[in-house]
């Protein structure tokens, strides 16, 4: 077992080093061809928000050499509705579920947060901050959300920007590091629109590596899990043996399912 919350009185234990990424597998219902809850230590859900959340409009995604850019906003049908209609199910997944919480205000995620606290078959939260984020606000807010719950938080920080937010989380006892969000870009797609997005696919893995060793080398005591660009065997090794604790993925789930079941597999030798 690998323990992401060390320092968590509740802890946070998974069976195996690979986490599906928030969305990936939606509100652990949507699971591509051959790929099930066995496959993971762990999903992270979509982020969900206090009231509905209509996606980005189209066109939401294009292709770079090496990947692509992909801009969903935080589409969501509001907590109420995900607990009320997902939560049931999952506890029957057989891994630890993270609830990604998406935040338009500061209050967002301390009362999300609380409301989740005693939420059956919830086993941690996971929280996102921007590239713009200010880093007295994210040490107030932080601080908030874990006075709000006692369950394990796992903060998901912005490559670009990570080794001072990295020492902030930890100042706020955040119980785990995600390294990270790629950089957003812009590039036309076929119609010529603009479309602005956070890089993904192959791409993303050299920010992933550059933000994941300085981190690291902070020496924090927390976990780290690296996410971003990680499409294969070789990619997870690289990260595990840079310093994380565990990996996530996302994109490939929706690109190439079989591959991330190779990935699974590949980590089990």
């Keep these: 077992m690998i323990e992401l919350a060390p320092h968590n009185k509740q802890g946070l234990a998974v069976g195996a080093p690979l986490i599906a990424g928030s969305g990936a597998v939606g509100f652990g219902d949507?699971?591509?061809?051959?790929?099930?809850?066995?496959?993971?230590?762990?999903?992270?859900?979509?982020?969900?928000s206090r009231t509905p959340v209509r996606g980005a409009p189209q066109p939401r995604l294009v292709e770079l050499p090496g990947g692509f850019l992909l801009t969903t906003g935080?589409?969501?049908?509001?907590y109420r509705r995900v607990l009320r209609e997902h939560a049931p199910n999952w506890t029957k997944l057989g891994v630890p579920v993270l609830v990604a919480l998406a935040g338009s205000t500061p209050e967002d995620w301390p009362d999300l947060a609380a409301r989740l606290e005693d939420q059956e078959g919830v086993a941690g939260i996971e929280l996102s901050i921007g590239e713009t984020a200010d880093l007295t606000d994210v040490r107030a807010t932080l601080r908030a959300a874990r006075r709000a719950t006692t369950l394990p938080l796992l903060v998901k920080l912005p490559v670009t920007w990570a080794e001072p937010l990295a020492e902030e989380c930890a100042a706020a006892e955040a119980d785990a590091l995600v390294i990270g969000i790629p950089p957003t870009a812009a590039y036309p797609?076929?119609?010529?629109?603009?479309?602005?997005?956070?890089?993904?696919?192959?791409?993303?893995?050299?920010?992933?590596?550059?933000?994941?060793?300085?981190?690291?080398?902070?020496?924090?005591?927390?976990?780290?899990?690296?996410?971003?660009?990680?499409?294969?065997?070789?990619?997870?090794?690289?990260?595990?043996?840079?310093?994380?604790?565990?990996?996530?993925?996302?994109?490939?789930l929706w690109t190439n399912p079989a591959a991330v079941a190779r990935l699974a597999g590949g980590l089990e030798c």
């Design 30 to 48: 949507a699971w591509p061809p051959g790929v099930t809850p066995a496959h993971f230590g762990a999903i992270v859900t979509t982020p969900i």
């Design 74 to 78: 935080v589409h969501n049908p509001g």
């Design 189 to 252: 797609a076929a119609d010529g629109a603009l479309v602005h997005g956070a890089v993904a696919g192959p791409i993303a893995l050299p920010f992933t590596l550059r933000a994941l060793r300085a981190v690291v080398a902070l020496g924090l005591g927390l976990p780290v899990v690296a996410a971003g660009g990680i499409c294969c065997v070789e990619d997870a090794r690289l990260c595990l043996e840079t310093g994380a604790t565990a990996i996530q993925v996302r994109s490939l």
